[in-house]
């Protein structure tokens, strides 16, 4: 748009005062989500109180379904429905989002919104000379924190109109899958009615063993599965498997030998425990399921028990 001036200043020329604003118009935009959903917000002052006689505040409930780089668009959108009438101005749209920006000054667009927000800006251009600015958001810049202010009140009311408010963007959709997917694979974690020994490692899937199991050579991976599952060198286990008749730890004779035993309070282990968790014995807070991959592949190491054999 060769009628559209688009302006990225510093952010010290900001905080500096050294941006122009003496403009006709100034017209600051926001899009905004919280819990309630998405808005749209504009705020809109011009010089001398003409051509509007006093501050214009708007504001729009967008749903669910659409992202702050939608709402952000559509705000500029809507702020040029408020402006259309205007006619030899010279008009300054201030937008905290560069990318925004970049978008409605770039030739290739692969969203609708931003290429018909583009289209509005281009007609309202060939009758006022127009500035987009990037202003930095939630930097005490008054016309900015009023446009936040607005697009935060947006979602607090209601939505009017069919839904979707506008078309639902591919990272929506990714993001709607990837959120059924875990909500899926906790339900059916929380279910079934096995792997209680694991279940005292892994409360909640994605949680306390996040951490990437392949970065750990392989003998690792073996120790770590051992130990979360109970599956490993102890003999509650290999008496399961008639590989042993007697379960007694083998190290401190006090207590059945299982991977629970081996990392919470098997006295044989007690300096491995304070070297790695800072704590001779693991109960109350620091059980099992505060435990993360790391200090597990630590204590692991440090106690030599799968070294050893036994």
């Known amino acids: 748009m060769t009628n559209v001036k688009f302006v990225i200043p510093d952010r010290e020329q900001w905080l500096e005062q050294r941006v ?3 403009y006709d118009v100034n017209i600051f935009t926001d899009g905004s989500r919280n819990d309630l959903g ?4 504009v705020f ?4 001398n109180d003409f051509p509007f006689k006093k501050d214009v505040e708007d504001f729009q409930c ?13 705000a500029i959108s809507n702020a040029l429905l408020l402006v259309d009438h205007l006619e030899g101005f010279n008009v300054a749209f201030y937008v905290d989002s560069q990318s925004v920006i970049l978008t409605l000054k770039s030739n290739i667009h692969t969203s609708k919104t931003a290429l018909s927000c583009r289209i509005q800006l281009a007609s309202f251009s060939h009758r006022n000379n127009v500035t987009v600015i990037w202003v930095p958001g939630h930097s005490g810049i008054f016309g900015n924190e009023q446009a936040d202010l607005l697009a935060n009140t947006g979602p607090a009311h209601d939505f009017y109109g069919p839904e979707p408010a506008l078309p639902i963007s591919t990272s929506i959709i990714k993001q709607g899958i990837k959120e059924w997917i875990n909500d899926s694979k906790e339900l059916y974690w929380r279910n079934i009615k096995y792997a ?3 279940k005292t490692f892994i ?13 750990f050579e392989r003998s690792m991976i073996r120790n770590i599965l051992a130990v979360i599952t109970g599956h490993g060198p102890f003999k509650v286990h290999l008496q399961k498997l008639k590989l042993a008749e007697e379960t007694d730890c083998p190290k401190c004779g006090q207590d059945s030998d299982t991977s629970l035993h081996y990392i919470t309070t098997c006295h044989y282990y007690r300096e491995a425990r304070k070297r790695t968790f800072g704590l001779t014995v693991l109960k109350g807070a620091t059980k099992p399921s505060c435990i993360n991959v790391s200090d ?8 030599g028990r799968f070294d050893q054999g036994c």
Do not use: W
Request: proline content about 2%; some cysteine.
């Open 20 to 22: 122009d604003t003496n």
């Open 203 to 215: 409360k909640e899937l994605n949680i306390n063993f996040d951490a990437p199991l392949v970065c």
């Open 296 to 303: 597990l592949v630590r204590f692991i190491r440090v106690s």
């Open 62 to 74: 967008l749903g669910n379904t659409v992202t702050v780089f939608q709402a952000e668009i559509t």
């Open 38 to 41: 998405v808005g749209a917000g």
């Open 44 to 47: 809109i002052s011009s010089k």
């Open 196 to 198: 209680n020994h694991t």
